[in-house]
């Protein structure tokens, strides 16, 4: 605690604290009455006052309650650290949702302002089903033609094999599934480093043929996340790398990846929050991707509700590859002009073309660098 000058302890009054945190006296002595505070009092004039360790403990209180915790919750979180990363995590979740459903709710007000001079005629029925069309054809690439330039846009981050590899110790004897393997990248990677048993699935015929160029030891199947040609508890790491926002049910997904996964074994899912959506170098060409992503993608909590709800052990969450420098130069730019990330075949033909347009120009201009928006590994365990 802070010491005067004749080393006493530093007191504050309840006014003095009031105004400076700008809420009412009788909100300070409601929470010292009920515990959330304790506040002492000065034995000559009966006044509460607060000490430096008071004031921090109120300043804590302020902050929880303005991201709306409970009394009840607001105790638990204050009488220990690990349980206040847990709430302060799941509250964080739940205001992403909120967002994304905000976003939602204006993207709906646009369509009706675009229907707002059309007669419930024929016109008015057109519009709707064009509408309701280009959602759903938003949903679709066809990762056949995508296939024959795909391995110019995921090539693997070494740090998040490391991450894998090192996590589920994977050796010669370790069974590892990789869903979604598109052309075999991460799946090649981690067959070379550990010569384990790695097994690919993915939908698309043209993705496998390119897979099954690289390595001959890497089983591969067509197959999707939700039927999984394989016997239970035989896997000890399965793994997607940015596939998750491909899969239609992600509750059918982890309960048949719970089924596969040995007892103990390891579930890694690779893939990035609405924060780091927003956060990418791409976001500032082409603005739209962001929106769309932020509909396709499930937020973290989701995932980790529904892998929870498969039986799954959640253990934690990683944050990969945040803030490094990436340069934004022609090899980026001829990636773009050939639409080879999935991203750009979601916006409209108009807003590619003005991104398009604008990272041309500005790469023309001058080197251009910006940080790296990152991943998340969302990381599971069967315990039974």
């Not at 505070?37 to 804590?60: C, G, H, P, Q, W």
């Not at 007000?109 to 938003?138: G, P």
């Not at 599934?177 to 550990?194: M, P, Q, V």
């Not at 160029?213 to 508890?233: L, S, W, Y």
Request: net charge negative.
């Amino acid at each position: 605690m802070a010491q005067t000058e004749r080393g006493k302890m530093k007191k504050y009054s309840v006014n003095e604290i009031a105004k400076t945190f700008n809420i009412s006296t009788s909100k300070i002595r409601y929470y010292d009455n009920i515990g959330l505070i304790s506040l002492e009092r000065d034995t000559s004039s009966n006044y509460r006052y607060f000490s430096d360790d008071d004031v921090f403990r109120l300043a804590k209180v302020i902050l929880l309650r303005s991201l709306e915790f409970t009394i009840e919750d607001t105790v638990k979180i204050l009488g220990n650290s690990r349980v206040m990363e847990k709430y302060i995590y799941k509250q964080t979740q739940l205001i992403e949702e909120k967002i994304e459903s905000l976003i939602h709710t204006r993207d709906v007000i646009y369509s009706m302002i675009r229907l707002e001079n059309l007669e419930i005629t024929d016109d008015l029925f057109s519009a709707i089903h064009n509408m309701k069309e280009k959602e759903y054809q938003m949903t679709k690439v066809n990762y056949n033609e995508v296939s024959s330039i795909y391995d110019k846009v995921r090539e693997e981050d070494i740090e998040v094999i490391d991450e894998l590899i090192k996590e589920a110790a994977l050796s010669g004897k370790s069974r590892v599934l990789d869903i979604g393997c598109g052309t075999a990248n991460y799946s090649n990677a981690i067959e070379r480093l550990t010569g384990a048993q790695v097994y690919g699935i993915d939908p698309s015929k043209g993705m496998l043929e390119k897979a099954r160029q690289k390595n001959k030891n890497i089983t591969f199947d067509v197959a999707t996340a939700e039927k999984i040609p394989h016997k239970m508890n035989f896997f000890d790491l399965i793994y997607m790398t940015d596939v998750i926002h491909h899969i239609p049910d992600i509750g059918e997904m982890f309960a048949e990846i719970y089924r596969i996964t040995n007892v103990d074994g390891k579930v890694c899912i690779c893939t990035q929050s609405h924060r780091q959506i927003d956060k990418r170098f791409m976001s500032e060409f082409f603005p739209e991707t962001a929106i769309v992503d932020k509909k396709r993608y499930p937020t973290i909590f989701n995932i980790i509700k529904a892998g929870e709800e498969a039986g799954l052990k959640f253990m934690r969450t990683d944050v990969v590859l945040e803030d490094s420098i990436v340069e934004v130069g022609d090899r980026i730019l001829r990636l773009v002009e050939n639409k080879g990330y999935s991203m750009l075949h979601q916006i409209s033909e108009e807003a590619y073309k003005i991104g398009a347009e604008k990272m041309k120009n500005t790469i023309a201009e001058e080197c251009v660098y910006r940080k790296s928006a990152g991943g998340s590994l969302v990381w599971f365990r069967k315990i039974e």
